[in-house]
């Protein structure tokens, strides 16, 4: 069972607290009615599947019930970071 | 005493002799004895017939890798268990136990007849016999095999025991307590770090149990272990587990512990579990779980009474038992040397040492020679005899590569050893690398992924000093990566007979290869002619041959067989092993009980059961319960003599001609506050929300960005700030776990709060032309009159005396209310509405009731009408969507091109051209019965009843294009017969709604 650390909380917990949420960094179009088929397609169903670093969502469901980022390498399942829903996509990976 | 017991030697209790049966037969076995010795110690090595060709088979080995000693243990009374390997089952007075497959009885088995086929039975046989014809496969082949094989019969009985689950946390988890395992624990035990040693046999020591020649310390091995045992069990941040399995090693240094706690008792406490499951989170783990000896693979190995080696050295030493009267050693490896010498000097007559390798450390044969023992080196087995234990072996010389003539010795026992196989199980679970040792011919532990140290055997270190020095220093180094401050101690031993060894595939033979059994997996009864089989029939790949002849994939996984295997398959395929692979073991690293894993969560703690505050009175009056998610609702009311049709058809009348009362507290309720709390439902739901006056409420949909219906439910206006949301009863959770999604990452800038009040409130239900009735004289602070408080009106006021929320809504078409009261009034105020009702014919219902009342409105349930493919116009709910609004979740997607195609299937009516047919829900619908097999399906039913209201079948269906069939005939192909219905609206009864205010 993983430990994921919950940036709200600041703790590191049992993976039986959280549940995934999915991709992150897929921000909802600010105007869904401009976007073409296509566009709209992409928004609603493709995904990266990555092979390494995922950028996704979790939510501390059992904690404090928040949102936040994770990278986690889909290859070891190791968590690499976890940080604040809202904050930028960050540049460079802990090894 | 028998004559295979040597008195006073071993850790066994000579003074405390234990009654036990095996297959009917009373034995006596001493106190610490396992199954396996006690019955060695009585002379019966046979004790299973084999998985596949029902050979007789013996004990093979001293411990858990066992293929072949698995028994049925039974206390009867719900307590018994299949498969039980006698290696680790400890005897106990009165243990009851029998032999498995074989029929009539262990000594003569029908089933051996497959061993005389063994020819038309070869490796995939199962892919190439049972093929055809087809229909054969379920009515013989199946049953067939099914009554063939396996191995042991599962319980009849529920299981009578209970199970625990325990979490821990320590610094370092010590995996083993042989040498390496002990001194760990010891060191890092010293330096104050908190400890937990876990070892699957009775006694912690592991190799120390069972060698008596060993100094250590200048102590006997026994008299260190005495030491160190008392040492450890002293330490208070000590934990010692014995009896204890490390089943799986899980991400970041979860390990998970089988503990076995009553299996070994005679009476074991009523309250005591029967085993625990500890998950246990170390910041550093010791994997000593050492090395397990390799069978050799020759004509024949599988005889009772052919045992490995390091098991007959186990048996002597720490059981005080003899393997037989005359004795033979096959060996490629030093260690089996030492066993004769120990057996030897025991008083068992070793009639020859037959070592494969053609020059050996002389000291080997200079310790054999004033034994009186024949030392044949470059030599091979190519033969054994014997129906049910070992009675002669063929040994032949090995010259230059070729075989000689064989030579007959006589004997009931043949100790083999083809090396060591260090036991990498766990560490293969952290997806560690391993390393091919060419020296040693075995994968070793390379690039880690875990916290984690590999000490002694485990990495190939062979040696008792070796294995407790490397022990020492690994635990030292584990407590300091925890931060402790550790030191190693020396630990010198002396007699530490050390040695070497070759590791040799299959022996050579003078047998042609067709005529060859050799066994490679002994519980799977794979050979290596089977393996080579599979090899020429194309399988390149390790894991292609494992799955081919399911070698390596019994319930040891291969703990013996795969080294063996891999050599062989390698050999056949051309390449050197490491390019060939080793399959993967996972978790767990022994077979473990289904009550282990289950823990505490069996018989009315297997899963939560939400009950409303009602539901004691539903329980009282003889409700018939059905499970909706996790809640437990009353689905309807029998009275004495009713079946569920009648019972259902009399709430049906009660509701629409007087008044029904349900239970609706499991409705999900949310609570959305804030003064952004409308513009965030706006953003959310399909409908409008900015009119929506406080003290009204309205339908609400709620679709997810794919334009598909998620949810729905009334949403009422409290205040300008505050709204009462509800959901469908599996929904609340995904409802509310959306909301927060949005509220939290697209939309942080809405000052919107969200609250689960689903617990808090009682809903009860009253419907029918008495409703108001009924309730107008027990309502205060609300005038409940058409004009006052129409349909779709809230209010907060008193109901009974009690604080309530009032709703005028109607899920039935007939006038309705949905008292909302604090869920610890709810059952009071149920008790003094339905004896208030009496007057107005009140009548209980339950879901069913419910659903036939919505049916006939033509109410949709989500997740029953719709599939998570249903859009709000494929529904007719598109009256339910705010046009105006600029955006809503899942408004762009309602203009994808596949959703806008208006031959989507449509939610519409059916009605049977007989009115007494109910339809099956599920039931596919065509338009021509005449077509060819197989026809094309334009839609299923979803909802089918019978209305009492209209005195005939109604049903819902999904229909492609059902809107513009409206009066076409339908078709319902069944298995025997075919139904014809007519397209209807939705809306069953009174379409014009005028009951709402009746």
Redesign the interface.
């Known amino acids: 069972?993983?430990?994921i650390h919950c940036p709200y909380c600041e703790a590191t917990l049992p993976e039986l607290e959280f549940?995934y949420?999915g991709e992150a960094h897929i921000?909802?179009p600010a105007?869904?009615?401009t976007?073409s088929?296509e566009q709209?397609r992409d928004?609603?169903f493709i995904r990266t599947n990555a092979r390494g670093p995922h950028f996704e969502?979790w939510?501390h469901?059992h904690g404090c019930?928040?949102?936040f980022n994770a990278v986690r390498d889909t290859v070891?399942?190791?968590f690499l970071l976890t940080y604040k829903?809202?904050e930028p996509k960050p540049e460079s990976l802990p090894e | 005493m028998s004559a295979f017991r040597i008195p006073g030697k071993g850790r066994v209790c000579h003074d405390k002799p234990v009654r036990f049966t095996f297959d009917g037969k009373q034995y006596q076995g001493l106190e610490a004895d396992t199954l396996a010795s006690a019955l060695l110690a009585n002379g019966v090595h046979l004790v299973g017939r084999s998985f596949k060709y029902h050979r007789p088979r013996g004990i093979v080995s001293a411990g858990s890798e066992e293929p072949n000693a698995l028994v049925g243990v039974s206390r009867g009374g719900g307590r018994e268990e299949p498969n039980t390997r006698a290696t680790l089952q400890e005897v106990y007075e009165g243990l009851t136990a029998i032999s498995q497959n074989r029929w009539p009885c262990l000594h003569f088995d029908a089933g051996a007849t497959a061993d005389v086929l063994h020819r038309f039975l070869p490796a995939g046989f199962y892919y190439k016999t049972f093929m055809w014809p087809k229909r054969f496969w379920d009515r013989l082949y199946e049953p067939l095999i099914r009554r063939a094989a396996g191995l042991g019969v599962p319980p009849s009985e529920p299981d009578a025991d209970h199970y625990a689950s325990r979490y821990a946390h320590c610094d370092v988890l010590v995996v083993g307590a042989g040498p390496a395992g002990t001194a760990a624990a010891l060191t890092a035990g010293r330096s104050g770090a908190q400890v937990i040693l876990a070892d699957e046999q009775a006694e912690i020591g592991g190799a120390l149990l069972a060698d008596d020649k060993v100094q250590i310390e200048d102590q006997t091995a026994a008299d260190w272990l005495s030491a160190a045992q008392a040492e450890l069990a002293a330490l208070p941040n000590v934990r010692l587990l014995a009896r204890t399995t490390a089943i799986g090693y899980y991400h970041q240094n979860m390990v998970g512990l089988a503990q076995r706690i009553t299996d070994h008792l005679a009476s074991p406490p009523a309250d005591a579990p029967r085993e625990r499951m500890w998950r246990v989170r170390a910041a550093q783990v010791v994997l000593a779980q050492g090395a397990i000896e390799r069978p050799l693979v020759f004509h024949g190995n599988d005889r009772p009474g052919v045992m490995l080696a390091g098991a007959a050295q186990i048996y002597l030493n720490r059981y005080g038992v003899k393997p037989g009267k005359t004795v033979v050693v096959v060996t490629s490896h030093d260690s089996a040397w030492h066993t004769a010498f120990d057996l030897a000097d025991a008083g068992t007559p070793i009639a020859a040492i037959i070592d494969t390798r053609p020059a050996i450390d002389p000291a080997l044969t200079e310790a054999a020679a004033p034994r009186g023992i024949e030392a044949l080196l470059s030599h091979t087995v190519t033969a054994t005899s014997g129906r049910l234990r070992l009675r002669s072996i063929h040994v032949n010389a090995v010259t230059d590569g070729k075989v000689g003539g064989a030579r007959l010795i006589l004997c009931d026992t043949l100790l083999m050893s083809g090396g060591w196989t260090p036991s990498l199980h766990l560490f293969s679970h952290t997806q560690g690398k391993l390393a091919w040792d060419e020296a040693s011919q075995s994968f070793l532990p390379d690039l880690k992924t875990e916290a984690c140290h590999i000490a002694g055997g485990g990495r190939g270190l062979w040696g008792i000093e070796n294995a407790l020095q490397d022990g020492a220093k690994v635990g030292a180094e584990a407590a300091m990566a925890a931060g402790f401050n550790a030191t190693a101690p020396a630990l010198t031993t002396q007699n530490d007979r050390s040695g070497a060894g070759i590791i040799i595939a299959e022996l050579p033979t003078d047998r042609g290869p067709q005529s060859t059994r050799s066994f490679v997996d002994l519980q799977n009864d794979v050979t290596s002619k089977d393996i080579r089989l599979a090899v020429h029939e194309g399988m390149h790949s390790i894991e292609h041959v494992k799955r081919y002849t399911t070698s390596g994939m019994a319930t040891d996984q291969g703990k013996l067989a795969n080294m063996n295997g891999l050599a062989i398959a390698a050999a056949a395929i051309g390449k050197p092993p490491p390019q060939v692979g080793l399959t993967t073991f996972r978790p767990p690293y022994t077979p473990t009980t289904f009550g282990t894993f289950a823990g505490y969560h069996q018989d009315d703690t297997f899963d939560i059961t939400r009950k409303t505050p009602i539901d004691p009175w539903a329980a009282d009056n003889g409700a018939v319960f059905e499970p909706v998610s996790l809640w437990r609702r009353a689905w309807y009311f029998p009275k004495p003599g009713e079946d569920m049709h009648a019972a259902v058809a009399r709430e049906c009348r009660a509701t629409r001609n007087a008044v029904g009362i349900f239970d609706a507290s499991t409705l999900g309720k949310i609570e959305v506050v804030g003064p952004d709390a409308v513009e965030f439902l706006n953003r959310l739901y399909t409908n409008p929300w900015t009119k929506l006056a406080p003290g009204r409420c309205r339908y609400g949909l709620l679709l997810g960005e794919d334009g598909y219906i998620l949810d729905d439910g009334v949403i009422g206006r409290l205040s300008e700030d505050r709204f009462h949301v509800t959901t469908t009863t599996g929904g609340a959770a995904r409802v509310l776990n959306m909301m927060e999604d949005y509220l939290q990452t697209e939309w942080p800038d809405l000052r919107v709060w969200l609250t689960s009040v689903t617990e808090q409130w009682a809903t009860i239900a009253l419907n029918g032309p008495n409703a108001r009735k009924l309730l107008e004289p027990l309502v205060e602070g609300q005038d409940l009159s058409d004009e006052a408080f129409p349909h779709m009106s809230l209010a907060d006021c008193t109901v009974a005396g009690f604080p309530a929320r009032l709703f005028r809504v109607s899920f039935t078409g007939e006038m309705g209310f949905e008292v909302n009261v604090p869920a610890r009034h709810g059952l009071a105020l149920w008790q003094r509405l339905l004896g208030e009702g009496e007057a107005h014919d009140i009548c209980p219902y339950g879901t069913e009731t419910m659903h036939v009342l919505r049916a006939e409105k033509g109410f949709i349930v989500v997740g029953q009408d719709t599939d998570g493919t249903v859009t709000p116009g494929d529904a007719n709910l598109g009256w339910a969507i705010g046009k105006r609004k600029p955006d809503f979740v899942g408004k762009r997607s309602l203009a994808r091109p596949d959703l806008v195609d208006p031959n989507r299937k449509q939610l519409v009516g059916l009605l049977t051209d007989d009115p007494k047919v109910v339809l099956e829900e599920g039931a596919q619908l065509v338009d021509d019965p005449n077509r060819p097999i197989p026809m094309q399906m334009i839609g299923h039913v979803t909802s089918s009843y019978w209305s009492e209201a209209l005195g005939r079948s109604i049903a819902l269906a999904l229909v492609e294009g059902g809107r513009m069939r409206m009066g076409e005939t339908l078709y319902l192909p069944m298995a025997s017969i075919t139904h014809t219905a007519k397209v209807s609206r939705t809306v069953f009864y009174d379409p014009d709604g005028q009951r709402l205010s009746m």
Do not use: H, I
Request: net charge positive; charged share 30%.
């Open positions: 069972m993983l430990l549940t949420a921000a909802r105007d869904p009615s976007m088929d709209w928004f609603l969502r939510r469901a019930g928040r949102f070891s399942d190791k829903a809202g």
